[in-house]
């Protein structure tokens, strides 16, 4: 069983920056694609970024594409997502999730991974 850890989230002006950490334990985290998702309140949870076992390949979300930045660190079992130019409106829980294959599928959405951390709040004022 892969147990996986957010840290990294807080209150954050618009137009600032926050970089999230995922800790992973358990597992083999360097076989797994790994993913942020995030949840409003009222919301569904929705995809912002994935990335292959390896971190030579990454997706995100439109609404993120060109601001955040997911990494991963296989020696250290920690995936990362760096935020910034960040807006009101990526305030959320935001979710790391492990995916029991090497390579994310574009069109998954959460039930497309397998194990999930509890959370990290990420909040933006205006």
């Known amino acids: 069983q892969v147990q996986l850890v957010e840290s990294g989230g807080g209150l954050v002006q618009a137009g600032g920056s926050l970089r999230l950490s995922c800790a992973a334990s358990g597992g083999t985290f360097s076989a797994y694609a790994m993913g942020w998702f995030r949840q409003a309140p009222g919301k569904e949870r929705e995809f912002v970024a994935a990335?292959?076992?390896?971190?030579?390949?990454?997706y995100y979300a439109d609404s993120v594409k060109g601001r955040f930045t997911i990494s991963r660190d296989n020696a250290k079992n920690t995936v990362y997502l760096q935020m910034n130019s960040l807006k009101p409106e990526d305030t959320a829980v935001y979710y790391c999730?492990?995916?029991?294959?090497?390579?994310?599928?574009?069109?998954?959405?959460?039930?497309?991974?397998?194990?999930w951390g509890q959370g990290t709040q990420v909040t933006v004022s205006s």
């Open positions: 990335i292959d076992w390896s971190g030579g390949s990454t």
């Open positions: 999730a492990a995916r029991r294959a090497p390579y994310y599928r574009a069109s998954d959405g959460p039930v497309g991974y397998d194990y």
